[in-house]
């Protein structure tokens, strides 16, 4: 089980520096690359950013909770 979060929190760990990267920053960022210079007329941030945002989110989670449960079975190991 601690072999599969480990797995899981470095690829959560990878995918999270390419979403950050990929997020848009003072000077438009690599999305608008992707698409991201579409803006919609309603919202006012495109559809590939706020998608981006989501993955971002949930990739965040899944990072977190990994660490939490390699925390948990450390300390019920030791």
Same mark, same amino acid.
């Given at each position: 089980?601690?072999? /599969?979060? *480990?797995? !899981?929190l470095? @690829?959560a760990? @990878?995918?999270?520096? !390419?979403?950050? =990267?990929?997020?848009?920053? #003072?000077?438009?960022?690599? *999305?608008?690359? =992707? ?7 309603? *919202? ?7 998608? @981006? ?5 949930? /990739? ?9 449960? @390699? /925390?948990?079975?450390? #300390?019920?190991?030791?």
């Amino acid at each position: 089980m601690i072999l /599969a979060l *480990s797995i !899981v929190l470095i @690829l959560a760990s @990878l995918l999270l520096i !390419v979403l950050v =990267l990929l997020h848009r920053g #003072k000077g438009g960022g690599l *999305s608008s690359m =992707l698409g991201g210079s579409f803006y919609s007329s309603l *919202s006012g941030s495109s559809v590939v950013e706020r998608n @981006l945002d989501r993955l971002t989110v949930i /990739a965040g989670a899944v990072w977190a909770i990994s660490i939490i449960g @390699l /925390a948990l079975l450390y #300390k019920n190991q030791a």
